[in-house]
């Protein structure tokens, strides 16, 4: 869905008085309809029945291919020009220019902070980086082979039996707060579950570095002398965490949204986003991309592979996307950011299948016909390898840079007078009333 830009609406030829006319050729009636934003309300339907007593028109939308399920301010998306904006700023210039907690506060609060604001922002999240001791023997409860993203998305979960408070949701301050604490927390958790899987002691955050590179010093620290890597490691994960930060209502973000709007803790809300994004179709393809790089092995078995995707035996992880029909801009990002990580750690031998890959798949009549192009996930798998992820943590990444577009996506929505508890309707196809059959009967 390409999101309707604000500018171009208003200024649209009768924008405002549009409106829809449906002729209903059941029973002959015409209706009219507002057009707002380019949309009709699917409740004005309703009012189109045959009769008094029928329920009224629905649409039928699986997986909401064209419905609008909120306004939203934070991100905009044209999925057939390739472009990312976080509230207005192109995704290009926010990768070049920006910081991740500088990218935070902006999807957040809708303005990029002054120095004064964006002090007090990262010393805020840097000192809410610790977590409950709780935690720790929590995690220390997985099996020794537990997935990390299985492990995050019940530690998050597990944040709202530690701040009750978080359940008032009526007040804005504790909302900030909570808002504060994940983002602040999600590395500590990912860098927990990693330690805990690879049987290392778990290291705690340290308040003298940048989120970032704390983050991979509590992945990485082994032994008493302080971790050190190389600032262009640090930057290069700053603008992953950056491309990734919002991508409007993507799966996880709906599910964010859709269980937040049953007025739950915003703990319960992210952890169910964690769940939506662990999903080999979501935030999970960069894992299923590097699987998949490692079992086609030589560039010479490629031809093989594509025969069988063609034939539909299986899909090119890392390619296509619901909305981007053109390019993923954050794939283009991300290509520059390989050359940055392999200048420091040298190049990842799958780096050549992934480029032929592209090559041969951006040349072939199936891929083109379907509009299918490298997306965030096609090269971010081979970043994080070279940095020292195992696989299971790819997804973990994802959802470390997602947390700041959940948030704001859930505070948004607490704000919006059109939200109510999602509830969709179904068509039912399944029998009609019939009477219980005794079990002897069966
Ligand atoms: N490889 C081969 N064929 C594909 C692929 C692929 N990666 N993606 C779509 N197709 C085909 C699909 O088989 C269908 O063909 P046909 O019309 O002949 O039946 C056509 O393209 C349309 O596919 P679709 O499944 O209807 O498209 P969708 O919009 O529902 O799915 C998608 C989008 C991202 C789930 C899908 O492209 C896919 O499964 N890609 C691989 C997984 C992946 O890389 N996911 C990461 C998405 S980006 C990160 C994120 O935002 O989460």
């Known amino acids: 869905m390409t999101t309707q830009q604000p500018t171009a609406t208003t200024d649209a030829p009768g924008s405002g008085n549009e409106t829809l006319t449906i002729v209903d050729n059941r029973t002959g009636q015409s ?3 507002p057009i707002t934003d380019g949309t009709i309300r699917a409740t004005e339907l309703r009012q189109i029945k045959v009769s008094d007593d029928d329920f009224g028109l629905m649409t039928y939308d699986p ?3 064209n419905t609008a399920s909120c306004r939203s301010e934070i991100t905009f998306l044209d999925g057939d020009a390739g472009v990312l904006r976080y509230r207005g700023y192109p995704i290009e210039q926010l990768a070049e220019k920006s910081s991740f907690l500088e990218v935070a506060y902006l999807l957040v609060y809708g303005e990029l902070p002054n120095q004064q604001q964006l002090d007090r922002w990262v010393h805020d999240i840097t000192h809410h980086t610790f977590v409950h001791e709780n935690v720790r023997t929590f995690m220390q409860g997985f099996r020794y082979d537990a997935h990390p993203m299985g492990m995050l998305q019940s530690s998050v979960g597990m944040l709202s039996t530690l701040y009750p408070e978080a359940k008032d949701l009526t007040d804005e301050e504790n909302n900030e707060l909570q808002i504060v604490r994940l983002i602040a927390k999600m590395p500590t958790l990912g860098a927990f579950a990693y330690r805990h899987i690879t049987g290392k002691p778990f290291v705690y955050p340290n308040n003298e570095l940048s989120y970032s590179e704390n983050f991979l010093s509590m992945l990485f620290t082994t032994g008493v002398p302080q971790y050190t890597v190389d600032p262009r490691i640090v930057r290069a994960l700053d603008v992953l965490f950056i491309l990734h930060a919002d991508h409007e209502q993507n799966c996880s973000t709906s599910a964010v949204r859709s269980v937040g709007s049953s007025q739950v803790d915003p703990y319960s809300a992210v952890a169910a986003g964690v ?3 662990y999903g ?3 935030g999970g393809a960069n894992e299923a991309v590097l699987k998949m790089l490692r079992r086609i092995e030589r560039v010479e078995n490629i031809p093989d592979f594509m025969e069988g995707v063609k034939a539909g035996k299986e899909r090119l992880m890392g ?8 390019f993923d801009p954050r794939a283009t990002i991300i290509k520059k950011a390989c050359d940055d990580v392999f200048e420091v750690t040298g190049v990842n031998p799958l780096l050549e299948i992934a480029v032929e890959l592209e090559k041969i798949a951006l040349g072939d009549e199936y891929f083109v016909k379907r509009k299918l192009y490298p997306n965030v996930d096609f090269y971010s798998g081979l970043i994080y390898e070279a940095l020292g992820m195992p696989e299971d943590m790819f997804t973990v990444l994802f959802a470390i840079g997602r947390t700041p577009g959940w948030v704001a996506q859930w505070r948004e929505m607490l704000g919006d007078k059109d939200q ?3 509830r969709p309707r179904q068509v039912y196809v399944g029998p009609g009333e019939r009477d219980y059959v005794e ?3 069966r």
Do not use: D, Q, T, W
Not at 319 to 326: A, D, L, P, Q, S
């Open 31 to 33: 209706y009219e309809l």
């Open 63 to 65: 997986a909401f291919m």
């Open 275 to 277: 769940s939506a994004l």
């Open 280 to 282: 080999p179709l979501h």
């Open 319 to 326: 390619f296509g996307h619901r909305v981007y029909k053109n």
């Open 420 to 422: 109510k508890i999602s």
């Open 439 to 441: 079990m002897s009967a």
